[in-house]
C-alpha cells in the first residue's frame, strides 16, 4: 500500500480499493488469482489439491491518478509458491 504517491509525490492516496471485474453473467466480482498444490503422484481418486488464493486491492493518488494494485494474502502465497504450487489446477 501507498501513502506517498511515486509519480508526483502527493500524499492524498485513497487507499485499499476493491478491484473489480463486470461479467455479464455474474455482474460485479473480484479479481483474485490461485495456487494449487501439485497433484501427488499418487493420488485416491476423489483427491483435491489444496489452494490458496489471494484479492486484489487498488490505491489511487487523488492528485495525479496513478494507480497501484496490490494483492492480500502474499505471506501465504509466497509460501505456496516455495513449496511449489502453481496457477495451473492438477488433473
Known amino acids: 500500500m501507498i501513502?506517498?504517491?511515486p509519480a508526483c509525490?502527493?500524499?492524498e492516496i485513497i487507499p485499499d480499493l476493491n478491484v473489480l471485474t463486470w461479467?455479464?453473467?455474474h455482474g460485479r466480482n473480484?479479481?483474485?488469482t490461485v495456487l494449487?498444490?501439485?497433484a501427488p503422484e499418487k493420488h485416491p481418486f476423489l483427491w483435491a489439491p489444496e489452494m490458496v488464493s489471494a484479492n486484489f486491492r487498488a490505491?489511487?493518488?487523488g492528485s495525479c491518478g496513478h494507480a497501484q494494485i496490490y494483492a492480500t494474502n502474499v505471506p501465504a502465497?509466497?509460501?505456496a509458491?516455495?513449496?511449489g504450487w502453481t496457477s495451473v489446477e492438477p488433473t
Do not use: N, R, V
Open 77 to 79: 502465497l509466497l509460501q
Open 23 to 25: 461479467t455479464k453473467d
Open 59 to 61: 490505491a489511487i493518488c
Open 30 to 32: 473480484p479479481i483474485f
Open 9 to 11: 509525490g502527493s500524499t
Open 81 to 83: 509458491y516455495k513449496s
Open 36 to 38: 494449487y498444490e501439485p
Open 3 to 5: 501513502q506517498t504517491c
